[in-house]
């Protein structure tokens, strides 16, 4: 096997998708089509050589030919992800290399079986991937997004999300607000429970693929509870986001 | 000077032990979980540990039988692939040199497939499972190991990336030549040497 080179992307655009969010476009000069669901490695040099390597879901659908959209939380004292919000601007080169995973990834075979997607705020950038290739492949089967953020402010995608919700009656956008909910809220107000993915479950015909991912504590507990609640382990897929340890 | 740097990057944290640190790792102190999916919960009274495929007389133990083989302490370094490396480790557990003293291997076996609860499987070359370097993991820092860390048992093999340290370890299969396990089947490295940095496929 090949290979998966490092190459100096180039990066296109910057969007500040919420205070503590931003998208990064790198246009990359060997692009390689990705299941959505995978993420590329992001490398960072020092002048004095030293270097610092970390995981970046693709947030961009395949269809997007040529470039990837990472979306990147600024995280207190993080060392790349400070990096990245605070001294990278359109036009400055960043090394990376992928796609890379071979098990998080919704394949175009499952696209006539129910999906059920669960996030906890950064989370998303995975699933977002493989919403945005569902819309463009226009497949039809009964998706759920169960999105758990703390404030309004932190809705990553939020608009884009309802848009699609608005525009595809199979797929349903559920939030839920741990800390604050908008003004006017009536729904989910609470962390992900047992309660609340009884009645996510209850929406499927048959059981659904799942898809998980987030901060650990939030992935562990929706993966065993989905498994309590009687979807197969086979069906649960999960990636846990960074060093928040238990 | 490297050739090609991130302008105005540097280093966020002294690490005090850089030479400890594989490349592309960072050093954390929590203990990241990292498991394809939900944490299987395994009852004690239904455990068991087995030793199979190529030699003369599979055996295997019931967890109160596992226990009562000679345990020792363990302090290591580990590496996971998602790149956090965590140092001075504690474990207690069995040395698989004592699982070995139970059985009569065929000659012909070259590596090892372990497997676990749940399904999951990684594959090792025999020889680094032996002469010290690997171990069945049962207490961790002084508690018995939490089910999201591998409880109560998971194999442990400090010197590959941390994904060949199966969780909630079942059994070794013994066997002749190498066959790629879960997240090798995935893409991910036959082998793992963290200090090569050998994560995926493509990097063997
Ligand atoms: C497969 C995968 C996909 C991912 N996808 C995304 C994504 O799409 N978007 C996203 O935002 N993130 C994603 N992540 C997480 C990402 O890889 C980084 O972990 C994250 O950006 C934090 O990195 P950092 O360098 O900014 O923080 P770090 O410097 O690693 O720090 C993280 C936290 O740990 C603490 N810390 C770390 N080391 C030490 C130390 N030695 N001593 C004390 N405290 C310490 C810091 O204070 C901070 O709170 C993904 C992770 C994986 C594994």
């Known amino acids: 096997m090949e290979k998966i080179q490092w190459q100096i992307a180039r990066v296109k655009a910057i969007v500040q998708e919420t205070p503590h969010v931003k998208t990064f476009t790198l246009h990359l000069p060997q692009w390689i089509p990705h299941l959505p669901g995978q993420h590329y490695d992001l490398r960072l040099t020092a002048e004095d050589g030293y270097q610092a390597e970390r995981s970046y879901s693709i947030a961009s659908p395949p269809e997007k030919t040529g470039e990837i959209d990472l979306t990147v939380e600024l995280i207190e004292d993080g060392e790349v992800s400070s990096y990245l919000h605070e001294g990278i601007e359109p036009g400055d080169p960043l090394e990376v290399r992928g796609p890379i995973g071979g098990y998080f990834v919704w394949k175009d075979n499952m696209a006539n079986e129910p999906l059920l997607l669960i996030a906890g705020g950064s989370g998303v950038v995975p699933l977002m991937a493989m919403l945005r290739h569902r819309a463009k492949i226009g497949a039809a089967n009964p998706t759920t997004l169960l999105f758990s953020v703390r404030t309004a402010d932190d809705a990553i995608y939020r608009d884009e999300l309802e848009q699609l919700a608005k525009q595809d009656s199979q797929f349903e956008l559920i939030l839920t607000f741990t800390r604050k909910a908008p003004p006017g809220w009536t729904g989910y107000q609470r962390r992900v429970d047992q309660a609340m993915l009884t009645d996510v479950l209850k929406r499927f015909a048959s059981h659904p693929n799942g898809f998980v991912c987030g901060p650990t504590l939030l992935v562990e507990q929706v993966a065993n509870t989905l498994s309590d609640l009687g979807l197969p382990s086979t069906k649960i897929r999960t990636e846990r986001f960074g060093p928040t340890g238990t | ?204």
């Open chain 2, 1 to 204: 000077m490297a050739s090609f740097f991130n302008k105005g990057f540097g280093r966020k944290r002294e690490s005090v032990s850089s030479e400890r640190i594989p490349p592309g790792q960072y050093e954390t102190r929590d203990f990241p979980v990292l498991t394809a999916g939900p944490t299987p919960r395994i009852p004690l009274t239904t455990w068991s540990f087995a030793l199979e495929g190529l030699i003369e007389t599979p055996i295997q133990w019931s967890w109160e039988q596992f226990n009562a083989l000679p345990q020792q302490s363990f302090t290591n370094d580990i590496h996971c692939v998602t790149k956090w490396s965590k140092l001075d480790t504690h474990w207690e557990g069995v040395s698989i040199d004592t699982l070995l003293e139970h059985v009569n291997l065929k000659p012909e076996a070259s590596h090892v497939m372990a497997y676990s609860y749940g399904d999951y499987t990684t594959n090792i070359p025999l020889d680094d499972l032996r002469h010290g370097k690997a171990f069945v993991g049962l207490r961790f820092e002084g508690q018995p190991l939490a089910p999201e860390h591998g409880g109560p048992a998971r194999l442990v093999i400090p010197h590959l990336y941390f994904w060949k340290s199966a969780k909630w370890i079942k059994g070794l299969r013994f066997m002749e030549g190498d066959k790629p396990g879960f997240w090798e089947r995935g893409g991910y490295s036959m082998y793992g040497d963290p200090w090569k940095e050998q994560r995926y496929r493509s990097d063997d």
